[in-house]
Nanobody
């Protein structure tokens, strides 16, 4: 069974920084992409940033230049460095592992973390 464990959320003032971490554990052969989504109350879930196993990254326009995603493939861990935070960044952030294979020829599955709250005060 694959599990994603997130850490690093919390309360921060506007202009501050937080670093989120997400570690995938269990029997893992490969992971295609790992990323972060967020959902604020009354809003749809949106992709914040994602990183493929090859290092290609993708960011939401609203976080470009402020957030940086990185990944340690050996540790099956993804990080999200969030700088210059604003109250609009307040949301539950959930880690996603896309295209996970537990063995070489097993089917791919997606997994989600439970989420971590990020609150930015003005």
């Amino acid at each position: 069974q694959v599990q994603l464990v997130e850490s690093g959320g919390g309360l921060v003032q506007a202009g501050g920084s937080l670093r989120l971490s997400c570690a995938a554990s269990g029997s893992i052969f490969s992971i295609n992409a790992m990323g972060w989504y967020r959902q604020a109350p009354g809003r749809q879930r949106e992709l914040v940033a994602a990183c493929t196993s090859g290092g290609s990254t993708n960011y939401a326009d609203s976080v470009k230049g402020r957030f940086t995603i990185s990944r340690d493939n050996a540790k099956n861990t993804v990080y999200l460095q969030m700088n210059s935070l604003t109250p609009e960044d307040t949301a539950v952030y959930r880690c996603n592992a896309d295209g996970v294979k537990v063995r070489r020829y097993s089917p791919r599955r997606d997994y989600w973390g439970q989420g971590t709250q990020v609150t930015v005060s003005s």
